[in-house]
């Protein structure tokens, strides 16, 4: 069994230079979040900052940007009624925390896949899409990260009774459309063609809302940065669950919540470069 350790994730981490700017570490795009759902977009995207995208946008709904400006003043905001993604500009495209699955959120993520000419992460929201019109699976471009817990993965690929069998399905569905599945879980499975691979970090605390909004910030940072999706996976799903062990050894499963593990990925970076 393949499995991620400290040493592996620290050899792909890359050093950054020191006269860089904030150019040099990409433009991640983030599409999050709606009204009564915009803790999405914000944890979603004080995620993505913290692992070290130079620039951020989240497009949001025009009456909900008070809320971003105001929890997030690192970002910039782009207007989702505006229609105009124009995704091509921005080094990585991340969709789907909290932006409902109605006729105007399917047809946003339709757009995006149709545009898209950089790296793309699928979650939440984009891949209950996808479930509901599983043509849409042809339209997902090569090298997109899917990021589904097993509900999810199971509405996409059928139902599965046994983990295994779910990362056989995965293996299969890889290679066939050319993608990168994150199946999340108490040992959360990378999967690219044939190679799987085990996370060993995380624990009980990441079992609460806004979790895996984090990931897909973090994910989406490390493509934007100019990481090969696969490795922005691995990279992403083991800092994630470092910082929530760092959490814990700082509180309890009970009481952490994913701000407090947001918070501590600058000791998880700093844990893997030493």
């Not at 994150?182 to 499975?189: E, P």
């Not at 910030?217 to 799903?237: C, M, N, R």
Request: proline share 3%; with cysteine; hydrophobic share 40%.
């Amino acid at each position: 069994m393949n499995k991620l350790t400290k040493n592996y994730i620290g050899l792909r981490l890359k050093q950054r230079e020191t006269f860089s700017h904030k150019g040099d570490h990409g433009h991640a795009l983030l599409i999050a979040g709606k009204k009564g759902m915009m803790g999405t977009a914000v944890i979603a995207a004080k995620a993505g900052l913290r692992a070290g995208a130079g620039l951020l946008t989240v497009c949001v709904p025009t009456e909900e940007r008070f809320m971003l400006q105001t929890a997030v003043p690192e970002a910039m905001l782009l207007m989702r009624e505006e229609g105009h993604y124009q995704v091509e500009r921005f080094s990585a495209v991340g969709v789907g925390p909290g932006i409902g699955t109605d006729e105007l959120a399917e047809e946003m993520l339709v757009s995006v896949l149709v545009q898209a000419k950089t790296p793309v992460l699928l979650d939440a929201d984009a891949l209950t899409i996808i479930s509901h019109n599983k043509k849409l699976l042809d339209c997902v471009p090569e090298g997109t990260v899917l990021t589904p817990h097993a509900g999810e993965f199971d509405r996409l690929f059928g139902e599965h009774t046994l983990q295994e069998d779910r990362i056989q399905t995965a293996k299969e569905k890889s290679a066939a459309y050319g993608i990168i599945i994150v199946l999340k879980g108490h040992h959360t499975a990378i999967i690219k063609d044939q190679e799987v691979v085990y996370n060993t970090t995380g624990n009980a605390g990441l079992a609460k809302g806004g979790s895996g909004d984090a990931l897909t910030g973090i994910i989406t940072s490390f493509l934007a940065q100019g990481y090969e999706p696969f490795d922005a996976a691995k990279l992403g799903v083991y800092l994630h669950g470092l910082a929530a062990d760092i959490t814990l050894a700082e509180q309890s499963a009970e009481s952490m919540l994913i701000t407090d593990v947001i918070a501590n990925l600058g000791k998880a970076f700093k844990q893997i470069r030493e």
